[in-house]
């Protein structure tokens, strides 16, 4: 019996000593973007809506974070993993347009990764961003909704939008001590029956 209980803690202590933490996700704000008036960001930044708009004779309605044009852009953290974010794109009846977005090094304008969808749809995109080039500090990051023809009725949600970072393994020593205290206090107990028992 003893023999059991002290590999079973054995085992518990080492799977906790060395757990690992998941991926850390850094939300991006969409209050830092330049929005053309037919565009609602939320108070939270958590979420906009891209709509045409007939009044602004727009061709293109832009949702943009562009250090080149100003924007803060998005910092690259250490261990970047992912870019990624939630869509939903209703292309209006009869309406021949297009949502486009881009992740770009924004002292290049290199396309790092794009996205273009003409039809009405949603997802969730994520891009790998692992094996981008060491040196880039700054993404920028840029919706489109393009209108091509006389008809305003099409409209995109973007929301969730977040970077990953990859986990480390790290030691948890706040569940080592919890542990090793249930540990001594059963001990303890089991000493003492057995020193009452004899």
């Not at 930044?45 to 004779?57: C, H, K, N, P, R």
């Not at 080149?68 to 910092?75: K, L, S, T």
């Not at 990953?164 to 303890?188: R, Y």
Request: hydrophobic share 40%; with cysteine.
């Amino acid at each position: 019996m003893n023999k059991r209980i002290s590999k079973l803690l054995l085992f518990a202590l080492v799977l906790f000593s060395f757990s690992t933490v998941s991926a850390a996700i850094i939300p991006i704000d969409l209050n830092d973007f330049y929005a053309d008036p037919s565009v609602d960001v939320a108070l939270d930044g958590s979420w906009a809506t891209m709509y045409e708009d007939s009044f602004l004779g727009y061709d293109v309605i832009y949702l943009s974070n562009d250090p080149g044009m100003g924007d803060p852009g998005i910092e690259v953290p250490a261990d970047l993993l992912s870019l990624n974010f939630d869509y939903n794109y209703s292309e209006g009846t009869g309406n021949s347009d297009m949502f486009y977005a881009w992740v770009f090094d924004p002292d290049t304008y290199t396309v790092i990764d794009e996205l273009w969808i003409e039809d009405s749809d949603s997802g969730t995109i994520s891009w790998d961003l692992s094996g981008i080039d060491p040196g880039i500090t700054l993404l920028g990051l840029e919706f489109q909704l393009n209108s091509w023809d006389a008809l305003y009725e099409s409209c995109v949600e973007i929301s969730n939008v977040h970077v990953e970072t990859s986990p480390a393994p790290v030691p948890e020593p706040c569940t080592m001590i919890l542990l090793c205290s249930a540990l001594a206090g059963m001990l303890g107990i089991r000493m003492r029956k057995s020193f009452k028992a004899s």
